[in-house]
């Protein structure tokens, strides 16, 4: 029999929001249930973390108190330089607040091209095109380029922004495990005759702070006819000579097809683009939806993006004292007894595994009622299920932050019984 | 390529990964009865293609809920 048509001015029964197949929001049950049992527990909302005041690139102010910015991928502490905030305010006077309107249409200004100009003599390469994020960047690319009947070939630890690019494309999915070279080689081997093949490899990997061995991993993708993606994000700006990424510093970038990069960490603002010297690269700016179908960046922020990736050409100086502070780091952790993500300095990142998520969360607000703030991150964005206290530093942290800093971590870890 | 070669390769395969020893049949599920995170069903998964010389790509693997539909999978791929 028909149960009848509800109306609105009959209140429906609540939901029995556990069981009940109506609601939508059931299948986040054990998300909501794990937050609410770390929250009962007494302790302050990991991720609810508001910046009340901020400072300088390695201070703010949180809860009311000053506190020193261990997990911002501020590597290069671009965020306060002068000249960088002088371009923004200098746009915003000249060009307004915003585009309003798809760079395809009426949202390429000057701006948009300088910065793209910017990013080709950054990499010394000929094609460059900005996308309003970074995430936008790897999802444009990726579900553009790879289309049915090809093939991407990926370390299984990639970024989520890689994931949803495969997930939003038509081309077969096919991981291996993290900085496999034999499982890549193997998987390239057993591809269809004829397929096309992307490779999609990170040059720093964000979660453990590592590197990969792109020489060889990109070697074996080319003697198997693979065009070659590397993201770039966390090594821009810091690492290889010149600041290009992993791929410069092992001297293998001219054979990189695409580079993948973002404004948000070394650069300092938010965006994201793709370097290419394919001869037939700009047919992306009609092809790739994400690129298309979007609101083009506000003339301050590509303003202050081309002022800050021109200053990182020269930046030798300050990349120097980034590896200092990353090294010291990272041996005074390993003397305090923490257990690291890595057994060397591989990036600007240094990974702090913590036994299980309520001590990690645990140690988290430690330190932040220390005075530092850094990244709690845990299970399904970190591999083998890890919990992690993800630190990333900055050029502008001093010798005495460093300092201060590992003390800290030592109060810390002994209030929770880590060390 | 036999069905049951298959199986049979699959079975010892399998053995390692089943942690909770659950009793595997045909209609055991991966998520559900072993309740496997996704990096065991990678590690699982990348055991095969190597026993085999096989690709079960990631979007063959969302059609495959099943120890049954596994080894219907592996058959074909291996004749393929």
């Given amino acids: ?419 | 390529m036999d069905r049951e070669d298959t199986k049979a390769r699959i079975d010892a395969l399998i053995e390692p990964f089943n942690k909770k020893n659950v009793t595997v049949g045909e209609d055991t599920t991966f998520a559900g009865d072993l309740e496997w995170d996704s990096l065991t069903v990678m590690d699982f998964v990348a055991a095969i293609e190597d026993e085999f010389d096989i690709i079960i790509s990631m979007n063959q693997q969302a059609e495959i809920e099943t120890y049954g539909q596994l080894i219907d999978s592996v058959t074909k791929l291996r004749a393929a």
């Avoid at chain 1, 005075?371 to 709690?376: C, H, I, T």
């Fill in chain 1, 1 to 419: 029999m028909s149960e009848g048509i509800a109306t609105p001015d009959k209140p429906e029964p609540p939901l029995d929001a556990g069981d009940d197949a109506r609601d939508l929001f059931s299948k986040f049950d054990p998300i909501i249930k794990q937050r609410q049992d770390l929250l009962d527990s007494g302790l302050e909302d990991p991720f609810g973390l508001v910046m009340e005041r901020v400072l300088s690139p390695v201070t703010a102010v949180c809860n009311g108190r000053e506190t020193i910015l261990l997990g911002t991928y501020n590597y290069m502490g671009m965020t306060f330089d002068p000249e960088v905030i002088e371009a923004g305010k200098r746009a915003l006077d000249d060009f307004g607040a915003g585009t309003t309107g798809s760079r395809v249409l009426n949202g390429t200004y000057v701006g948009h091209k300088e910065v793209e100009k910017a990013l080709c003599d950054f990499y010394g390469m000929d094609h460059a095109i900005v996308f309003s994020t970074g995430y936008q960047a790897n999802l444009g690319i990726i579900s553009t380029i790879a289309g049915k009947g090809d093939y991407i070939v990926l370390d299984i630890d990639s970024h989520a922004s890689i994931w949803d690019g495969c997930k939003m494309g038509d081309a077969e999915v096919v991981p291996f495990k993290h900085n496999d070279i034999e499982a890549m080689d193997k998987r390239l081997g057993r591809i269809p005759e004829g397929a096309g093949k992307l490779v999609v490899l990170e040059g720093v990997y964000s979660m453990l702070g590592d590197i990969a061995p792109l020489r060889e991993m990109i070697a074996v993708a080319k003697r198997h006819g693979a065009m070659v993606l590397v993201d770039e994000a966390h090594s821009m700006g810091f690492i290889g000579p010149n600041g290009r990424g992993v791929a410069e510093d092992q001297g293998c970038l001219d054979d990189v097809d695409f580079i993948i990069g973002t404004f948000s960490k070394s650069v300092g603002t938010v965006g994201g683009f793709c370097v290419s010297n394919h001869p037939k690269f700009e047919i992306m700016r009609l092809v790739c939806r994400p690129y298309v179908f979007t609101a083009s960046l506000p003339p301050s922020v590509v303003a202050t993006a081309a002022t800050s990736i021109r200053k990182l050409m020269h930046a030798g100086d300050k990349r120097a004292h980034l590896w200092e502070n990353s090294k010291r780091m990272h041996a005074g952790l390993k003397t305090l007894g923490f257990q690291l993500g890595t057994d060397e300095p591989q990036s600007a990142i240094i990974a702090v595994i913590m036994p299980d998520l309520e001590r990690g969360a645990a140690m988290w607000e430690a330190l932040l009622q220390e005075g530092l703030y850094v990244n709690l991150a845990r299970p399904p964005a970190t591999p083998a299920n890890m919990t992690l206290l993800r630190c990333s530093l900055c050029a502008e942290h001093t010798e005495e932050q460093v300092g201060d800093i590992l003390v800290m971590f030592e109060a810390a870890g002994k209030a929770v019984g880590i060390i």
